[in-house]
Each structure stands twice: as C-alpha cells, then as structure tokens.
C-alpha cells in the first residue's frame, strides 16, 4: 500500500467548485505491505491551478496505450487463467520474448506519461469528455482534476521489469533475443486481439463494471453518484473502446509495427486466427 502526503494544499470545497485544482507531492513513503491491486493515495489539492481548464491541440494517437493498460490492470487478477489459456502453448524462448517485448512497451508508455505535455492532453480530454454527462459535469471534472495527477503519479514509480512479473509474463529476467523485433508486429497485434475478443465478451464487461463500482466505494461522499455514473457510462466506455481498437493501429504507433499498410494483413490474421 502507497501513501503520499502533501503539505500546505487543500481540497476543493464541494463538487460544484468548477476551478482547477491539482495535489502537489512532497514525500512518498510506502507503508505496510504492497499489494498490486489496491493503492491508497492520501493527497490533498493545491490552492494554485495547474492544468488548463481548456487544452489545445489533438491528442497523440498513443494515448490509446493508457486504456489498454487500464484494462490491462483491471484484469491482472485473471493474468494467471489468460496465460494458462494461451501462453503456456507457446515455446520457453517465445516467453523469454514476451518478457522483453513487454518490459519495452511498459517502458516507453512509462516515458510517454511522463511528459507535461501528454498529462496536459490526457486531461485536457478527459475535460471534453466530462461535457457529455449531463447534470455530472462539474463533478467528473473535479474529479478527472483530483485523480488524474494521482494516476500520473503511480505511473511515473512503475518498473516495467517488476510490473510484467506481477502480471506473469515474466518468470524470470529475460534474454534479450535478435529475433524479438522481428516478432514484435505479430505479437503486438495478437495481443490486441486478445484484448478485443475480452471487450467483446460479456462476461468481460461485467466483470469491469463489477471492479469499478468497488473502485466507488473509496469516493467516501460519492459513492452514489459515482455508481450512478458508472451503470449510465460504463456500457458506453466498453463500446467506444471495442471501436477504437478496431479503427486504430496501437501496435504502428508504439514502434512494434514499421507502417499500418505492412501490419495490416498481420492484425487480421491475428484477428481471424483467435476468432
């Protein structure tokens, strides 16, 4: 369990403060003992402003990454039943490549996440997307303002080498292989694809619903609203998830893959191939 703790910060005093807020770090201490799933965060927001209520530019096609790991760690529980599934048919050098291929990937989302520039973005959208819920859009945007810099925060103290443990794709430290970037496009894509075939399955989706309305129950004061929020757009997330993934190259755009036109036949073979 992580704790961090800011000083001279205070939080906004009711939903309806539509100003901008941010927490400010000053120590980050770990307490207790770790626990994968499950992260305690007590700070509190800065009076000073840090994220522009409005943000200009498009969003960087790679931002489709942090969905994909959000669900990615929301079935991390399940990662030991995925890999019993599919990756124990595969050879002990293909495991080894999985490792590193994964380790990279965490890596580079890790950098990516990082950048002001890319928090300001993801947030700037988040912002947007806070104009599509009707009577809750002061409310998601304080939240969006509460726990986006604290999802940043336990991002930048990932290590990708421990977190593809946690998630059993790496028993052990990986070799390096020549042939990992040749194989990086298909095991990309096939990834994907897995992740689109659990989107599609229902038993899936419930199973997601199911965690974040757990995930309300440490909003304290808005458990309700935030449950509320979560039967009336939780559906919909899925859904607009399934079509990005369909419509987007994620594998061209993390550098697995050289160009779209390549890869393209390799991500519907993958596709057919798991279907």
């Not at 890319?118 to 009577?135: D, F, P, R, Y």
């Not at 979560?230 to 990005?244: D, R, S, T």
Request: aromatic share 6%; glycine share 2%; proline share 3%.
């Amino acid at each position: 369990m992580i704790h961090a703790y800011t000083k001279n910060c205070s939080q906004p005093n009711s939903l309806n403060d539509h100003s901008t807020h941010c927490p400010t770090q000053q120590a980050f201490q770990p307490q207790g003992n770790s626990n994968s799933h499950t992260v305690s965060l007590y700070l509190s927001l800065s009076k000073q402003p840090c994220i522009p209520k409005h943000s200009k530019g498009t969003m960087n096609m790679r931002v489709g990454l942090l969905f994909v790991l959000l669900l990615g760690a929301s079935w991390a529980s399940d990662a030991r039943q995925l890999e019993s599934v599919r990756i124990s048919k595969i050879s002990v050098s293909r495991n080894d490549n999985l490792c590193t291929l994964c380790e990279e990937f965490a890596s580079e989302a890790v950098d990516y996440l990082a950048e002001n520039k890319t928090q300001t973005e993801i947030i700037g959208l988040l912002h947007v997307a806070c104009n599509s819920v009707g009577s809750f859009k002061r409310e998601c945007i304080t939240l969006v303002d509460y726990y986006a810099p604290l999802f940043f925060l336990e991002v930048s103290n990932v290590q990708p080498d421990v977190f593809c443990r946690k998630v059993d794709l790496c028993k052990q430290v990986a070799r390096i292989s020549s042939e990992l970037h040749e194989d990086s496009c298909g095991l990309c894509h096939h990834a994907v694809s897995e992740v689109l075939i659990k989107l599609k399955d229902p038993d899936t989706q419930l199973e997601i619903i199911e965690l974040l309305l757990k995930a309300c129950n440490s909003m304290e004061n808005y458990v309700k609203k935030c449950k509320k929020m979560v039967f009336e757009y939780g559906p919909l997330i899925l859904a607009n998830a399934e079509k990005f993934l369909e419509s987007t190259d994620i594998c061209v755009t993390l550098h697995a893959c050289n160009s779209s036109i390549e890869t393209s036949k390799e991500l519907k073979a993958a596709m057919v191939s798991d279907s």
